[in-house]
């Protein structure tokens, strides 16, 4: 069975330092991978996400992350966090075949906070 | 557009009383899914659907009962709650031509069984 590790359950950055959140997956194959941003009380959005092509994707809010397929990780990464970035980060994992559509597999996530 | 509705936001139930969990969504995605959220647990799958009148189970499917007669609904049945039952359940969609799979979440419902 496919599952997502965030090692980190808590990371403390200062405002304008750079971050780097980790996530590991064990799975049969390339598997489709996700970063989701939560803020409290809120639903999930979609910060980027990788299925093939260049293994360093550009999403949202200034974030990035890198596929390496030797070490089975999908970490995130952004080169300056601002206070607005402070909320909990979900890495997640799919795979689609045959047209059909199974559920993400979720990491338990990474509370992030900022320091002014 | 409105995405992904999820009613009630709250909802507070007794041990044994039964509700139902609605999800909309207006942007025509054939799948759909059920997700729960426990403090400090990442999401777990408990239903999900492919299309009008397909439902299949997912990871954590017991004690809840789902039905999907419309490609815009997809509600969410507890039928005799359970104190194992409260968290933040999450309803998302996909559209099945997207190569890319990703999902759309609505806001989702906290529930507390007492």
């Known amino acids: 069975a496919q599952s997502v590790t965030q090692p980190d359950i808590h990371i403390t950055v200062s405002e304008g330092a750079s971050l780097e959140l980790r996530c590991n997956y064990s799975?049969?194959?390339?598997?489709?991978l996700f970063w989701y941003v939560q803020s409290p009380g809120q639903g999930l959005q979609l910060l980027l996400k990788?299925?093939?092509?260049?293994?360093l994707v550009q999403g949202i809010k200034g974030f990035e992350a890198e596929f390496k397929r030797s070490q089975s990780s999908f970490n995130l990464r952004k080169p300056s966090v601002h206070w607005s970035d402070a909320a909990e980060y979900f890495c997640a994992v799919g795979l689609y075949s045959g047209g059909g559509a199974d559920g993400l597999t979720f990491g338990k996530g990474t509370h992030l906070i900022i320091q002014p | 557009n409105a995405g992904v509705t999820q009613t009630p936001k709250f909802r507070i139930l007794k041990i044994g009383q039964s509700m139902t969990l609605q999800c909309a969504q207006d942007m025509n995605h054939n799948y759909m899914y059920w997700y729960r959220q426990d403090p400090g647990m990442g999401l777990k799958l408990i239903y999900y659907s492919v299309g009008a009148g397909i439902t299949d189970k997912g990871e954590v499917p017991n004690g809840y009962n789902v039905s999907r007669s419309t490609t815009e609904d997809f509600p969410l049945r507890l039928e005799l709650a359970a104190p194992s039952q409260t968290s933040v359940y999450f309803c998302?969609?996909?559209?099945?031509?997207?190569?890319?799979?990703?999902?759309?979440f609505g806001p989702g419902t906290r529930l507390t069984v007492l």
């Open positions: 990788y299925f093939s092509g260049d293994t």
């Open positions: 998302a969609s996909s559209h099945p031509t997207s190569s890319s799979g990703e999902q759309f």
């Open positions: 799975y049969g194959a390339t598997p489709y």
